[in-house]
């Protein structure tokens, strides 16, 4: 399981916003086995002045934060940040400059999920990797 919030400056189109989904979902499909059919993303556009960043990054600035289950090996996860690295350059044109990702793990029994704490819910894919 992973909730990503995408934050970046208002005004993005319709199109960028899928493409950087894609990056995204594409990235943790491939390095966490997540289902194709499981994305949960909520871009978060902001308006300049409410989106504070340092003069050495663009207007394409974007933070990227994923909330996931606890369990994943250090490797694992720097292979996601280095695929959504790649993907967001490749799909999107985002610079790695312009983009941090910020991976918050939180154990299962923190989570509910269709009526259930999620140390209870079968997800159907592996999360010690």
């Known amino acids: 399981m992973a909730q990503v919030k995408i934050y970046a400056l208002k005004g993005m189109s319709p199109e960028r916003m899928r493409m950087i989904s894609d990056a995204i979902h594409g990235a943790l499909v491939q390095a966490l086995g997540l289902p194709e059919s499981k994305k949960f993303q909520r871009f978060i556009l902001m308006d300049r002045e409410c989106f504070i960043y340092p003069a050495d990054r663009s207007e394409n600035y974007t933070i990227v934060e994923l909330l996931m289950f606890e369990g994943r090996s250090a490797g694992t996860k720097k292979e996601l940040i280095r695929l959504i690295y790649s993907r967001a350059k490749e799909l999107a044109g985002i610079d790695p400059v312009d983009m941090e990702i910020v991976i918050i793990e939180s154990p299962r029994a923190n989570w509910g ?10 997800v159907g894919y592996r999360v010690d990797l």
């Open 113 to 122: 999920i269709r009526g259930l704490p999620g140390d209870e819910l079968e």
